[in-house]
């Protein structure tokens, strides 16, 4: 790492540690802002955004299966960042299967643990605010039995790691984060930054922070996605966005050579304001794609009512199609568990979608079918919204 890259003082300071190496250790949160016209508008225009898609959510026929389908969205897009190549319909077939976990399946897998580190950090937040040991224990679930997971799940680093091109050293890479007992400082100064009260609105406070834990890079691998990860978490956390509808991987995704230079900008010369509003422009583009995505979905429900009418039954018809809107690729086994139904009743139901039109076997299979509602997916899987 070149020392002379770095010429914000305030952004924090470069040192030569023992070993001869150079690394970065960023200042404490918050940084002094400069509050120009294009970074208030931004901001405004984000918060808009922001909550008129918390509205519709609110009013939304049934979150709680959209929450799943836009969790999944979200875990294949920050994957691909880190550089998978799994999509969005091999994870949804990874969970129908249930493919064994071999090696031509990791990076579904990856993708598979994004969501369940997802899940569990949501229902850890009912217990317990964001925290150091949250977050260990968020990557324990991220890394599990992939790429990296033998490099101390759920453990801040014991030794050094830097960012830079394959092949890199310290000596040669773009960035080497604080070492071990100045990243445990800094970790510590971030815990006390996010149960701070502090007056600065919800969106910079979030956008600071997950700059701050990519500078500090604690962990072996793993820090973009848990970073990430974090965002969804201290949205909820904050009633900003109580479900995790917003998914700003997609953005960071379509930007990644932007959204890694805004990061190494903040570092090197303390450019808080085109970070901020890099991030902001993302959270007011995403949640419109979230608003546009969810009323499209709406519609698409409103068109497959007759079919729910037509049934006897129709209250347990709809709960079935609805399920679609959560889990657009799916078995039969997987829809009498979500419905609590028997496995026979779930099939005569998926029976009746075939014949509608709503859904189709993909698989060809006599045995272990995977069915798929392409309308639906579709809307769901577009990543242009």
Do not use: C
């Amino acid at each position: 790492m070149n020392p002379n890259d770095f010429h914000s003082p305030e952004a924090g300071q470069v040192i030569l540690t023992q070993q001869g190496y150079y690394a970065f250790i960023p200042a404490p949160l918050p940084p002094k802002l400069n509050w120009t016209l294009p970074l208030v508008s931004a901001l405004a225009e984000a918060e808009r955004d922001l909550s008129r898609l918390a509205t519709l959510a609110g009013a939304f026929p049934f979150p709680r299966l959209l929450i799943q389908a836009f969790i999944r969205r979200e875990a294949v897009l920050s994957s691909r960042i880190e550089g998978t190549r799994a999509t969005l319909a091999e994870l949804y077939t990874y969970e129908s299967a249930q493919l064994s976990l071999l090696e031509t399946h990791n990076d579904v897998r990856e993708v598979h643990n994004y969501v369940a580190a997802l899940d569990y950090g949501l229902k850890r937040l009912q217990q317990f605010p964001i925290s150091l040991r949250l977050i260990r224990e968020i990557h324990e679930q991220l890394m599990q039995g992939v790429r990296g997971g033998n490099l101390t799940p759920g453990e801040f680093r014991r030794t050094q790691n830097w960012i830079g091109a394959a092949g890199s050293t310290l000596s040669t890479a773009t960035y080497v984060p604080p070492p071990v007992d100045d990243m445990h400082v800094a970790l510590g100064d971030l815990e006390k930054f996010i149960h701070a009260g502090i007056e600065l609105p919800f969106l910079v406070r979030a956008a600071m922070i997950h700059y701050q834990f990519e500078a500090i890079h604690p962990f072996l691998d793993g820090n973009g996605r848990v970073g990430r990860l974090l965002m969804a978490l201290l949205f909820a956390e904050w009633q900003v966005l109580p479900q995790p509808l917003l998914n700003l991987s997609v953005y960071f995704e379509r930007y990644r050579q932007e959204y890694y230079d805004h990061l190494l900008s903040v570092s090197q010369r303390g450019e808080w304001e085109a970070w901020l509003r890099f991030f902001l422009r993302g959270v007011s583009a995403q949640a419109k794609d979230s608003v546009t995505r969810m009323e499209r979905l709406e519609a698409i429900r409103t068109r497959y009512q007759p079919v729910v009418a037509s049934e006897k039954n129709a209250e347990r018809m709809g709960a079935v199609v609805d399920f679609l809107f959560g889990r657009p690729i799916f078995n039969a086994k997987q829809l009498a568990e979500g419905l609590n139904m028997p496995f026979k009743t779930a099939r005569q139901y998926i029976e009746k979608l075939v014949q509608a039109g709503i859904v189709r076997e993909v698989t060809g299979y006599a045995r272990n079918q995977i069915y798929r509602a392409d309308e639906v997916f579709r809307a769901l899987d577009n990543v242009e919204g």
